[in-house]
């Protein structure tokens, strides 16, 4: 059963670093669904928030995700704003809505069938972090950075909204531009380069002792581990 859902998640994060489409059929044509870039997602919560009910009663795009299954005209909505290869398009209204009549020709089953993909794609991130270890490293990350600010006299501003935490980011480490960050890739893959990116935080002895975190020949040894070498840890803290 670990087995078949390593493989799986594996699988599924192969299919999010291609960005592959999801082809379907309606009115005798082949359309594609794409995976959601950070505009997409935030044309459709805009969108759809507005005509689910308003930013007041729905709050995130799940939310709204959970509106949408008795809603026809919505998915048609959804499925549309993913159908543009060059994701941009979709903010051209006269574009959207001849993409709306299109996929409208779709039949039901295949419509949900969409929807679930799209729910799916919405929480791949949360289960790649979880199945990587990725927020027990944010964790470390966390104390070792609590730990070096009690005697840094540097401090740290702002990143507070998705222009500091993601758009800047991505754009000074990897020189892409604001359009490119916004359409050019899918959400997904922005978030996990941006969870996984190398982080180094050098830490003095005491830091690593405070922290709880020692570092022998360059391995940082997981204390919540219990296949920890009690005896090994005792003579490196006292080195």
Not at 125 to 154: A, H, N, P
């Amino acid at each position: 059963m670990a087995h078949n859902q390593d493989k799986s998640i594996l699988s599924n994060v192969a299919e999010t670093i291609m960005e592959m489409p999801i082809g379907y059929n309606a009115g005798g044509h082949t359309y594609y669904m794409y995976p959601p870039s950070l505009g997409t997602a935030m044309l459709i919560e805009r969108l759809l928030g507005e005509e689910v009910g308003g930013s007041e009663k729905l709050s995130g795009l799940y939310n709204i995700l959970k509106e949408l299954r008795h809603n026809k005209e919505l998915v048609v909505k959804l499925v549309a704003v993913c159908s543009f290869e060059k994701r941009s398009d979709a903010l051209k209204k006269n574009l959207r809505d001849e993409m709306e009549r299109n996929v409208r020709y779709a039949d039901d089953n295949q419509l949900m069938q969409l929807l679930m993909l799209f729910s799916a794609w919405n929480k791949d991130v949360k289960e790649f972090t979880k199945y990587f270890g990725l927020d027990k490293e944010q964790e470390y990350i966390k104390r070792c950075m609590d730990v070096k600010g009690k005697d840094d006299y540097s401090l740290s501003f702002n990143g507070r909204s998705v222009y500091g935490k993601m758009i800047d980011v991505a754009c000074e480490r990897y020189g892409w531009t604001m359009d490119y960050v916004v359409w050019g890739i899918s959400i997904n893959n922005l978030q996990m380069l941006l969870a996984d990116h190398i982080t180094h935080v050098y830490l003095t002895k005491k830091e690593r002792q405070q922290v709880n975190v020692p570092k022998r020949d360059g391995v940082v040894i997981n204390m919540d581990s219990k296949n920890v070498d009690k005896k090994m840890l005792l003579s490196l803290m006292k080195k």
